[in-house]
């Protein structure tokens, strides 16, 4: 099929209508990192179509006996800096200026410059063979693998970094080949886009990860945005669902961190079988003082490494079946290329009771935390690259238990009035004092600082069953600091929960070669960058 001047310019009005649309329903004010074209200069579309059209003059041309100059396929895009009235005007007359400059393009260019897809491409985008992964496997749910139903060929797309971090890009392609020479590329669903007939023009995509030792990262798109993770179940059966809390920005020194939500992660079977091993005589690494700040296991000497500002207790579980399953399940919500032991650490099961608490921390090590590994991951090196925190337990709501991301400010209803109320109104300050006293926590204490942070900030109260997913790393590699984080004091109860942390490349004193360049020991199906398509 024959796509005219006037199908692909309705193309890109439709795409910035959809766009508008969306932009002026959400509760938003500021653009986000996954997907509104409002956030791009209004030329934007029209500069990948123009890079079309001189694609396909240079085509004509080449037949003609002329000399072809290969067109460039890439438009920066460029995003709007704030609001304010006279951008408003602009923003509302943009359908008008849209439809001016097409309706000149239209008669200017006529039908036959921009047949960008035709019934030769799309059968030649069908030829290639395509992965088909079967149900059940490991790869289940990564690829896309359904054409878009009666949809023209499309030749452009609006390409985000991994994470969706930093600027987008609207990209023109003219065949499946130019398309595959991007690299992997992946959907807002975490899944690998095979082929260019399994998404719509003006889409928004992201590159995959492009050096070794850094990984996928789920992109945030805006806060409450809730998506399906293909082909990964929880332990009751239920699909999980992916849902974004926080705005990260490439801004590393103001950034929020990244944090998901994660719904149905685990059956109460799994979540109650970590509670009863934790303490059982059978487990050697069963419920003790909580230990912190080292990178040694508790058989090579860590089990001593005890903080005064950690008041919990922990055990670990690093052998049984339910362990296994459930760090499997989480490299599948990663989307890593396969499960490797190295690249996790036993799940650490944790006991708060009334009062007990853990000040602010991170999870990633310090890049100089000793001689004998490389700990920077930007060069090289290995860390804790994601955290799944396990929600074993509930507490009441209003009485702690949360998890706290100081550095990040609490939600509010312009933001997302859905979540906001799921996550519970603070209490006044009267009540968080009798709640302090109560619990037997001294005034003046850190646990009193943490409390009234825990509810002053960006917090996420436990709900069992369910967990967070929140990023060590940033996308390139170097160790996030905004993802410091804290388990506010439990005023009320017992609250259990557990760590299961992910590794980008093996584990201190796991690795098999030089311990200095972990990331060159990853398999080739974890190891960045990866061809397109695959």
Known sequence: MVASSRERLGIILQNYQNHH????????????????????????????????????RGKKGKANGEKQEKPSITVKAVPV??????????????????????AALWYRVGDSGINSGNASSQSSYSSRKLTSPKFGSWTHGYYTTKSVPGATPPTHVLLYPNGGFGEPEMIAFSSEEEFLSLGRLYNDLGQIVQSPLHFLNGTALYRG???????????AVRVGYKRPVPGVYGGNGKQIELETLTEPSPHASTSDPRVFYIHN??????????????????????????????????NQGGASARLDTRTSENAFDIS???????????????????????????????????????????????????????????LGGSNRFATVFLYLSDVEQGYGGQTVFPNSDRLTIDKSEELVKRLGE??????????????????????????????????????????????????????????????????????????????????????????LHPAEELPDTMKAPFRGGV
């Open 320 to 378: 049984t079946q339910n362990s296994r399953n459930v760090k499997k399940r989480a490299f599948r919500l990663l989307r890593m290329g396969g499960y490797m032991e190295n690249l996790a650490d036993g799940i650490q099961v944790l006991r708060y009771q009334l009062g007990q608490a853990y000040v602010a921390h991170h999870d990633y090590f310090p890049v100089h935390q000793s001689e004998d590994h490389q700990w920077n991951p930007a």
């Open 426 to 515: 603070a209490p006044s300050l009267e009540e968080q004092k009798e709640f302090i006293k109560d619990a037997g926590l001294r005034e003046g204490s850190w646990e009193e600082q943490l409390t009234k942070s825990c509810y002053a900030k960006f917090a996420v109260p436990p709900r069992r069953g369910d967990a967070i997913l929140f990023y060590s790393q940033r996308p390139d590699g170097h160790l996030d600091i905004n993802s410091l984080h804290g388990a506010c004091p439990v005023l009320k109860g017992t609250k259990w929960g557990a760590n299961l942390w992910v590794w980008n490349a093996c584990r201190y004193s796991q690795c098999k070669g030089d311990p």
């Open 265 to 298: 992660f685990l059956s109460p079977e799994e979540a109650d079988e970590f509670v009863r091993y934790s303490t059982a005589d059978e487990n050697p690494y069963k419920m003790a003082p909580s230990t912190g700040g080292t990178h040694k296991a508790w």
């Open 21 to 56: 649309h969306h932009q002026t329903t959400t509760s938003s004010t500021k653009p986000t990192e996954g997907g509104s074209l409002i956030s791009l200069q209004v030329d934007t579309q029209l500069k990948s179509l123009a890079n079309i059209m001189a694609a396909k």
């Open 81 to 102: 800096k704030g609001k304010s009235a006279s951008s408003s005007f602009f923003l509302s007359s943009l359908p008008g200026i849209i439809l001016a400059v097409a």
């Open 209 to 219: 990860p492009e050096k070794p030792g850094t990984h996928f990262q789920w992109p």
